[in-house]
């Protein structure tokens, strides 16, 4: 059997191939695809800049001074220079000294004696112009709280309800809200939080669509 090797082809048998044509870059093309780089690169620095600002934020305090209506001198809390903090919480909603599961300020003044001794309804008025919202406190160390003094459930609610209607608005002085839960007869056994939003709500939107179109008390 003979068999047969086909030569190796030279550099000069082989075929020759024609260049491809090269594609050149279009200018506009250029254009746009740095137009588009920088305008990511820009909405990143952005993102970025506005993750690290919102994360170094440091959020206002809060802060509201008790204001012991029995005290005396009397405390103007109503005058801005002498109250830089707007805010006052008055205290403190207790039981009569002398008639258990009665609310009074301190066991000190009624309800109704406080309005005409300490002319409150008009200083909390003049305090509402100024754009500041007043808080009761209900309870103290001092003196004996309603939850205490009231013999039972049912008194204890009639005894709240003196003090404020279902809006928390104060019987004897019709600018004065209670917001929060201090108005609660007895603790929940449950997380009040989303109790208190409803209530707040509720107030507020009472102050807003009632009270401001016709001010007064809110039956």
């Given amino acids: 059997m003979t068999l047969t090797y086909s030569a190796e082809p030279t550099f000069d048998e082989l075929p020759e191939y024609e260049d491809e044509p090269r594609r050149r870059l279009s200018i506009l093309r250029l254009l746009v695809a740095m137009v588009v780089l920088g305008a990511s690169g820009w909405g990143v620095f ?14 206002g305090t809060w802060f509201a001074p008790y204001v012991d209506l029995t005290l005396t001198p009397t405390s103007q809390f109503q005058i801005p220079a002498n109250n830089v903090a707007r805010q006052s919480v008055l205290s403190f909603v207790v039981a009569d ?12 003044y009624t309800l109704a004696a406080a309005d005409q001794s300490l002319n409150l309804a008009s200083r909390l008025a003049q305090l509402r112009s100024e754009g500041a919202f007043p808080i009761v406190s209900f309870g ?62 509720m107030s507020a939107d009472a102050i807003v669509n009632k009270y401001k179109k016709s001010p007064g008390a809110l039956l």
């Fill in 97 to 108: 000294a002398g008639t258990s599961c009665t609310p009074s300020w301190g066991g000190v």
């Fill in 140 to 201: 103290g160390q001092k003196n004996q709280s309603l939850q205490v003094a009231c013999s039972d459930q049912s008194a204890l609610n009639a005894a709240f309800a003196s003090v404020v209607n279902r809006y928390g608005q104060t019987w004897d002085i019709p600018n004065l809200f209670v917001i929060g839960s201090s108005t609660f007869p007895s603790m929940s056994g449950f997380n009040p939080t989303l109790t208190i939003q409803a209530l707040a709500y």
């Fill in 46 to 59: 952005l993102l970025v800049r506005n993750r690290i600002q919102d994360i170094g934020t440091v959020r």
